[in-house]
């Protein structure tokens, strides 16, 4: 039975956030397909010419949809009380595994996202996805940074969850222990080069500076 989730005239916005949770469920069925979207748009009570208009985008714009509500997801399971009292190396596991256990009943829609996502055509734009997830998961774990620390952060942790979603996709060990391992070992990563950078920075400091001596020659020949 069609159930309604949306307000009487909802915007194109709203659509896609309602409609994108079922369109990911449709997809391990019909793919990321008109099919989908009508499919979705039936069981939610909502006008298919619609929600045909809400995804003119195609599959980018229903994965995009879906990931954006992953988001969402994430938040909700992750709240900032719960992370403030952990460590940024837990802050950062958490959040992955939320967004994983958020796509555990999708893993065959998420299968056929990533096959979409790695296409030529489609891989700045998987970038960009990549980026965005980055970004939401290191800001719910405080991050604020905003030299190039800001970057290198987004960058590395974007590569570690595209490498975690592979291994995740084909994983079919008992609670994803393979997956858990992985992510793992690639956050400790994180946390070697984050410690290795520290390092670096505070002995760059302490270098001997020509500007600092000649200052000091200049200050004393007074």
Not at 61 to 74: P, Q, R, V, Y
Request: glycine share 4%; net charge positive; charged share 25%.
């Amino acid at each position: 039975m069609a159930q309604n989730v949306l307000p009487t005239d909802p915007t194109l916005d709203e659509v896609r956030a309602a409609l994108a949770p079922i369109i990911a469920r449709n997809a391990a069925f019909d793919g990321w397909s008109k099919a989908a979207v009508e499919m979705a748009a039936s069981q939610a009570g909502v006008d298919p010419v619609i929600a045909a208009l809400a995804f003119d985008g195609g599959a980018m714009a229903m994965i995009d949809a879906w990931f954006a509500h992953i988001d969402t997801e994430m938040i909700a399971a992750c709240p900032s009380e719960t992370l403030d009292a952990m460590k940024i190396r837990q802050k950062i596991t958490s959040l992955v595994e939320a967004r994983l256990a958020a796509m555990e009943a999708d893993r065959e829609s998420l299968r056929r996202a990533l096959s979409i996502l790695a296409m030529p055509q489609n891989m700045a734009r998987a970038a960009q996805l990549g980026w965005r997830a980055a970004d939401h998961m290191w800001r719910a774990a405080g991050d604020t940074s905003v030299d190039y620390n800001y970057y290198t952060k987004r960058s590395i942790l974007a590569g570690i969850y595209a490498a975690s979603l592979l291994v995740f996709v084909n994983d079919k060990s008992d609670n994803h222990a393979e997956t858990s391992a992985f992510l793992a070992r690639r956050i400790e990563g994180i946390m070697r080069f984050e410690k290795a950078k520290a390092r670096f920075t505070r002995n760059a400091e302490r270098r001997p500076s020509l500007a600092r001596f000649v200052g000091r020659l200049r200050y004393h020949a007074r």
